[in-house]
């Protein structure tokens, strides 16, 4: 079996009910969600061994996002302990022409304040086969930054294949340094690398030419991304795959969403779903990420056959509440093969 180490931040999640506004809201329900953590479970779900990596308060919240984890079937053995809180994120869910909201509430969290040398990253390494981590965790603070650079480094001498997903929030850098001052020297370490529509630009001024992610009236054209996957391979030359999710929003209940991958020599388009109900689309990248390291392991001949699945699986998530994606390898295949209509299973 596969195995596959993920690190960085679960946090506490505090939504509002039945598309209530904040201020409407007597009431939040609660349940855990997390970058690294969405992508574990979604690699737990398929069957890969999958352990998530953090820094957790020793409390009976901490213990609770521990138990979620575990029935996930994720390994918890290399969390360690120690710091005040987990973090917590408050979510408001959009509807139509309203969008979604996300206010933080993770200054001061366990992992915000880890430093190197608290990991034994070559013991969490042995006889794994891939490390991922997401731009969110080197946000956090510069002891994150720090640990997770040395992860990547331990990694990379250990000959484990490295994941990111760029993932820019402009409202966690908040320590003084910028994504690109800190996300450079965590990247080069990378062979594959994901990002959408906004992450490349925003972090390395890498774009499209003419495009313009608020006018896309949920069209997206693969093709004007091919660009900027070749300039982010020539700018990190250690990566072998570089993928972009193309997300098309025509409002916050129905967007198109789909994929295109390049693998030095020719660029891989996904087929373009139409989602046009969405329960949740929190988590929606990281399912992703989550179906392209699955496809990507369990297909290593055939990049598209694996962005198809990660497409697909992303696809999937967005009918389902909350961050993780809990849905099996068949009902992703079902969906490639053509069986959207969400007939009743008996």
């Known amino acids: 079996m596969k195995k596959v180490v993920t690190f960085g931040e679960i946090m506490l999640r505090l939504a509002t009910p039945d598309y209530l506004r904040f201020s409407q809201a007597s009431e939040f329900t609660a349940t855990f969600g997390g970058g690294e953590a969405n992508v574990a479970v979604s690699l737990a779900n398929y069957g890969i061994e999958a352990k998530f990596i953090t820094r957790m308060p020793k409390n009976d919240i901490a213990q609770s996002c521990l138990m979620n984890l575990r029935k996930y079937g994720v390994d918890t053995s290399g969390i360690i302990f120690g710091g005040d809180r987990l973090g917590i994120y408050f979510l408001e869910t959009g509807a139509v022409a309203r969008a979604s909201k996300v206010v933080y509430d993770r200054a001061h969290s366990s992992i915000a304040e880890i430093q190197p040398g608290m990991i034994d990253w070559e013991k969490e390494f042995a006889g794994a086969d891939w490390f991922h981590w997401t731009g969110i965790t080197p946000a956090l603070s510069q002891g994150a930054a720090d640990a997770c650079l040395e992860a990547i480094r331990v990694a990379n001498k250990m000959g484990v294949t490295v994941s990111c997903d760029l993932n820019y929030r402009k409202n966690l850098w908040k320590y003084g ?23 490349a630009e925003k972090v390395f001024g890498i774009k499209p030419e003419g495009f313009d992610v608020t006018a896309t009236s949920g069209k997206v054209n693969a093709a004007e991304f091919e660009s900027v996957c070749k300039q982010m391979m020539q700018k990190f ?4 795959k570089v993928i972009i999710t193309l997300r098309g929003s025509i409002n916050a209940n129905h967007n198109t969403w789909g994929g295109v991958l390049w693998d030095g020599q020719r660029l891989y388009e996904s087929p373009r779903y139409d989602i046009t109900h969405i329960v949740d689309r929190v988590g929606g990248g990281d399912s992703f990420m989550g179906g392209l390291i699955y496809g990507l392991l369990t297909y290593p001949d055939n990049d598209q056959q694996a962005l198809n699945f990660a497409v697909a699986a992303s696809c999937l998530k967005h009918t389902i509440y909350g961050d993780f994606n809990l849905v099996t390898v068949q009902e992703v295949e079902n969906l490639l093969k053509g069986d959207g209509s969400g007939r009743v299973s008996r």
């Open 177 to 199: 340094k910028m994504a690109s001052e800190v996300m450079p020297a965590l990247v080069e370490g990378c062979d594959i690398i994901l990002g959408n529509e906004e992450d």
């Open 237 to 240: 030359p250690k990566a072998k």
